[in-house]
């Protein structure tokens, strides 16, 4: 039987990536951000401060072990229990990942960080860059999102244009919906405009299938998902 990995989970069949290989770089819940409808609860550490987390050495090796069992996937995805770009190594790692396999590389990011130039740089040598965007004016960012004090929506929404305009690989963006917090004609009207702004390849849209941080997040159902896409265009 395969010895139990520490920094890496699955593979597991992803809505978004297919069958895919999880690759968890920062310690549960280190995050610039503290989402009341986040799977993981409330955040412990919410900070900025980029780090080594986890040692890039072991997270090497553990592929390694498991690319040798035969390893089956459509992506190796850098996630983690927490917010993935906060770890300095980020860049150093998904060079290490594409030395040693060619199942392309993504990244699940809340895409805080991408304002700053040696973020965007290490997501940049990723193949699929996933990043969120709930709200698209700093009311609704602070109350579905509640962010560290240094991070605005502005920042977010400049970082993600900048990146784009940097980033010639794919980019996904997940708007997540919270019924009664960012569902209104005004605040879609606004993440529209956003989107517009960002110009990601594809949108996906998501709600609160699983527990949440917040007791009292009410999920959407299929019917308003797709009005909202409609909506969205």
């Known amino acids: 039987m395969a010895e139990e990995k ?3 989970y699955g593979p597991v069949p992803s809505r978004r990536l297919g069958y ?10 280190a995050c610039t951000l ?6 993981l609860g409330r955040t ?15 997270v090497l090796a553990e592929l390694k072990e498991k690319l040798a069992e035969g390893l089956t996937a459509d992506f190796i995805t850098i996630s983690g229990s ?49 990043p969120s965007l709930d709200a698209a004016d700093e009311q609704t960012f602070q109350k579905v999102n509640r962010p560290h004090r240094d991070i605005s929506i502005e920042k977010l929404i400049s970082g993600l244009q900048t990146f784009r305009n940097e980033f010639a690989g794919r980019i996904w963006l ?5 019924e009664d917090f960012n569902t209104d004609a005004e605040q879609i009207a606004k993440i529209k405009n956003a989107i517009e702004q ?25 019917k308003k998902l797709r009005a909202i896409a409609a909506q969205l265009g």
């Open 6 to 8: 520490k920094y890496l």
């Open 20 to 29: 895919s290989l999880g690759v968890d770089i920062v310690p549960i819940k």
């Open 34 to 39: 503290d989402c009341i409808y986040c799977q």
């Open 44 to 58: 412990a550490n919410k900070t900025i401060e980029r780090r080594d987390y986890v040692p890039g050495e072991a």
């Open 82 to 130: 927490g917010e993935p770009t906060l770890n300095s190594q980020l860049g150093e790692l998904i060079d290490g990942i594409k030395k040693i396999t060619d199942i392309p590389v993504a990244i699940l990011t809340n895409g805080t960080l991408l304002h700053r130039q040696d973020v965007r740089a290490d997501c940049a040598r990723a193949d699929v860059v996933v």
């Open 174 to 178: 997940e708007v997540f919906f919270v």
């Open 198 to 222: 960002i110009r990601p390849d594809k949108v996906q849209l998501n709600t609160a299938v699983r527990p949440t941080a917040e007791p009292g997040v009410k999920r959407l159902d299929a």
